[in-house]
């Protein structure tokens, strides 16, 4: 399947902003200058329109313009406007008032009480229209005609006096404007697009050198880990996931390859004992009291391949799944009890005495398999204490925490030994390794049903002294 390039697509993307971001600049600068330079033709025809009613009706001055009104000035010799008037005595425009007018102005006046046209300067009087407003409004207003803009009013007198100008080089100055303002849009596109490319280049180069050594690693060589050292923040706290990750997935297969090698080493001794009975059996004609002799060997040979596979089978499942099921609400008192109940006639036995302190101590659990624990501690407690030795059981909630403790005055366990417990297949000294019953796998076991409870365990021991097994949970109580 071909896989889309994330690069591609956060270029497409930037492109896509950098444009629309580019473009609305453009269009928005556009309409500021068009919006201003079409506000000092208006201004400018406002003036116009002024001057001319004031001269021709001699008149007091029209209202000033406001306030941002820009006067155009006029560069070259003033255009020759010589008006023509009909029935009434010619006015002559001042100078001052002719070099207000550009080329391609233009004024018209028209007399209402004639109806005709009484002045004009530019185009011939039938090119332009008299405005059809309502003469009673006296406010100067504007009107449009394809590229001629045009001002204009009606006098108290009821004349209508216009100003007018072809809008062609403003319109051309604005269109040069539209294509600068693309041009350098474009340019500021392009320049975007490159700046980002080399900045999508330079991120996504520490992300190429995540892949290839992660590539790597998945090929076999697990040792390997991602320099995160010169990584920005966010992709060095990415490598830093990974290369914890990949530290795990080491120790694991470690582990498994270990715990391959141990299994194989447990199933020697017993496999070795039935093929060694069987072929000596076999070997010629026995007694039948050899006989029971070989098949009883071979019995404890498979009782003991028995257990350990139990064993494995219960530790493969708590390391594919963790605890199964649902978690009730117990008490880890009433299971510490059940269990010394059941284990007092072994203890009484060995002549070993069982002390209880079991205070209530809730726990949302699964009660078998906690019992399983109890269960295993005190069995080893049993296992290595002296004759008269004591085990004592305690449950409680200390500082808010759940917890359990089953201590024995056995033969305690070395310095050395005591990191190591809990590994699996681990065993002691031969002091404590007498019985070919135990595969080291009982405390790996009870490990790993504390730790998918959310618990731990830890041991703690004064060789010739004993040793003192404590399970703790970080919260007292809790639901199911």
């Known amino acids: 399947m071909r896989r889309k390039s994330i690069r591609l697509r956060l270029l497409a993307w930037f492109g896509f902003f950098l444009a629309a971001l580019v473009a609305g600049f453009g269009v928005v600068a556009f309409q500021f200058q068009k919006r201003a330079d079409f506000g000092d033709v208006d201004a400018a025809l406002a003036l116009r329109v002024d001057a001319v009613s004031r001269a021709f009706r001699g008149s007091e001055p029209h209202p000033p313009p406001p306030p941002d009104f820009h006067e155009d000035r006029h560069h070259g010799p003033p255009p020759d406007f010589g008006p ?34 009484l002045a004009q300067s530019g185009p011939e009087a039938d090119a332009i229209p008299r405005p059809t407003d309502s003469p009673t409004e006296t406010r100067l207003r ?45 340019l500021v596109l392009l320049l975007g697009l490159g700046g980002g490319g080399m900045a999508s280049r330079l991120l996504f180069a520490s992300i190429r050198r995540i892949g290839a050594t992660a590539r790597r690693i998945a090929d076999g060589n697990l040792a390997e880990r991602i320099p995160a050292a010169d990584m920005d923040r966010e992709l060095g706290e990415l490598a830093d996931v990974l290369n914890s990750t990949f530290a795990r997935l080491d120790a694991a297969f470690a582990r498994q390859q270990q715990f391959t090698a141990d299994a194989a080493h447990e199933l020697r001794t017993p496999l070795a004992v039935i093929l060694s009975e069987t072929q000596t059996a076999l070997r010629r004609d026995r007694a039948p009291e050899e006989y029971r002799d070989s098949i009883r060997a071979c019995e404890e040979a498979a009782q003991q391949m028995r257990r350990l596979s139990d064993s494995l089978l219960e530790l493969a499942r708590l390391d594919a799944a963790g605890e199964q099921g649902q978690r009730i609400d117990a008490d880890l008192a009433q ?32 009660p078998d398999q906690i019992a399983r624990v109890f269960a295993n501690l005190i069995s080893n407690a049993l296992e290595y204490s002296h004759p008269e030795g004591r085990i004592r059981v305690t449950t409680g909630t200390p500082d808010g925490k759940t917890t359990a403790t089953v201590a024995d005055t056995g033969i305690g366990i070395s310095p050395a030994d005591l990191p190591h417990v809990f590994d699996r297949f681990y065993r002691t000294s031969p002091a404590r390794s ?47």
């Open 434 to 480: 007498h019985s070919a019953a135990h595969a080291g796998l009982g405390l790996a076991i009870c490990k790993a049903i504390v730790e998918t409870h959310g618990g731990r365990i830890s041991a703690a021991s004064t060789p010739g002294a004993g040793t003192i097994m404590t399970l703790c949970w970080p919260a007292a109580g809790g639901t199911a």
């Open 142 to 186: 504007y009107r449009t005609r394809g590229s001629i803009r045009e001002a204009y009013l009606y006098t108290e007198r009821g004349d209508c006096i216009l100003a007018g100008r072809d809008l062609a080089p403003l319109q051309a100055r604005l269109r040069l404007f539209a294509g600068q303002l693309v041009v350098a849009g474009v």
């Open 84 to 117: 023509r008037f009909h029935n009434r005595t010619p006015v002559q425009l001042p100078d001052e008032v002719l070099r207000q007018f550009e080329p391609g102005d233009y004024f018209a006046v028209w007399g209402l009480r004639e109806n005709r046209l």
């Open 335 to 366: 299971i510490a009890a059940d269990c010394t109940a059941q284990l007092r006639p072994l203890a009484a036995q060995r002549n070993v005495q069982i002390e209880t302190d079991l205070r209530p101590a809730p726990l949302a659990c699964h």
